[in-house]
């Protein structure tokens, strides 16, 4: 939102009312007086979102500002949440809305860039002899306002995509949520299978590359690794720039995900090799974040693990032995730093072999050349 006493292009003006629904002419004291709470929570509210304070008498907020502090405070008042936990839940919303408000922005940006269409190595003489910095992650003044223009004018109708996953998702997690209620699941948390990938030497790759062809190589990345896992039935918990973290129940389908991923990583032109760490125990899930010593584990096998390979500990190696397409092959005894010592497993496709049950009989006057000289 625009800050008190900034004056924007009246172009970005536009976007933002056209994306708020109107005006920004409403400053703190309006809005806490209009809901009737104190200055004091409308300001915790405002921060939960995660925005700075305001002076007083400065105009930054909307109807739309008015109307969501009311019904966070109507969720108070009837007793459905207590003020930290909607507060909480406040959190939630404004770190994934930032990151996703980024995010869209960067895509529609891109799409908008003069350099859009084909592989950046082939489009930079062109944009350059335009005067254009190819080389720039960031988008240029005008790229910038026409992405501004096209987010305000697709806002509505992107609305409802947005909310559908948000339901979706809520649904999802609240089935798994009631799905790990188990009595024997342990004080130290769920049993989870956790694989973390790192794309190799991506430090050499950082110098070599331009800003902009480094960012797509991590939107490929991201991409390819959000496709292959979700494909399985993993969840993405986070990637940042050359790495991803995943979890996966199934101990199959985990160790698929890592195959899959370095597969379909050796095979892309623009990305270097992956490697794979994969490690099963209990894990601390936490603001849709997990922890414990089986990521720890996971990471570590990552930073051990050749170009190209898949590393599992000795636990998923157990789980995954009667996997008739899945073989592993014991690697030597290591210390790992801040795991201890660990027997990791390579793993592998296995190369599935007919039985002598499944042949065919060979018929052998038509197999068999014959002998005999023509006539």
């Known amino acids: 939102m625009s ?62 500002d008015l109307t969501a502090l009311r019904s966070v405070a109507t969720l108070v008042r009837r007793g459905d949440l207590d003020e930290e936990t909607a507060l909480a839940l406040t959190r939630a919303f404004a770190r994934t809305a930032d990151r996703l408000s980024v995010w869209q922005c960067s895509v529609l940006a891109e799409s908008l860039s003069p350099w859009a269409q084909g592989d950046v190595h082939l489009q930079r003489s062109a944009v350059a002899d335009e005067g254009h910095d190819s080389t720039r992650a960031e988008p240029d003044e005008a790229t910038a306002l026409a992405t501004a223009e096209k987010v305000a004018a697709l806002a509505e109708e992107l609305e ?106 050796r095979y892309d032109d623009l990305l270097p090799p992956v490697r794979v760490g994969l490690a099963h125990g209990h894990v601390v899930s936490r603001l849709g974040d997990v922890f414990g010593t089986t990521v720890n584990r996971a990471a570590r096998l990552t930073a051990v693990a050749p170009s190209g390979k898949v590393l599992v500990d000795e636990q998923l190696a157990r789980l995954v032995a009667d996997v008739p397409d899945l073989a592993t092959v014991r690697q030597r005894t290591r210390t790992l730093r801040g795991v201890g010592v660990v027997t990791p497993s390579l793993l592998q496709r296995a190369v599935v072999q007919a039985s002598l049950d499944d042949l065919e009989p060979l018929d052998h006057d038509r197999a068999m050349p014959s002998t005999q000289e023509d006539p």
């Open 3 to 64: 800050q008190a006493n900034a004056r924007l292009d009246p172009r970005v003006e536009a976007a933002q009312r056209e994306i708020l629904g109107g005006a920004l002419d409403l400053d703190r004291r309006d809005v806490s007086r209009t809901v009737g709470v104190s200055l004091r929570t409308a300001e915790r509210f405002w921060h939960a979102l995660g925005f700075p304070a305001n002076e007083d008498g400065a105009a930054v907020f909307s109807h739309g």
């Open 160 to 265: 409802p995509l947005l909310v559908y996953a948000w339901r979706r998702h809520l649904a999802a997690a609240t089935a798994r949520m009631v799905a790990d209620a188990d009595p024997s699941v342990s004080d130290q948390g769920l049993r989870r299978c956790v694989g973390f990938a790192d794309l190799v030497s991506f430090t050499s790759l950082v110098r070599r590359l331009s800003e902009r062809e480094l960012a797509h190589v991590v939107q490929r990345f991201e991409a390819l690794c959000s496709d292959v896992i979700t494909s399985h039935g993993g969840r993405v918990i986070k990637t940042v720039g050359d790495e991803v973290l995943y979890v996966a129940k199934d101990p199959a389908a985990a160790a698929r995900i890592a195959l899959d991923l370095a597969d379909a990583i």
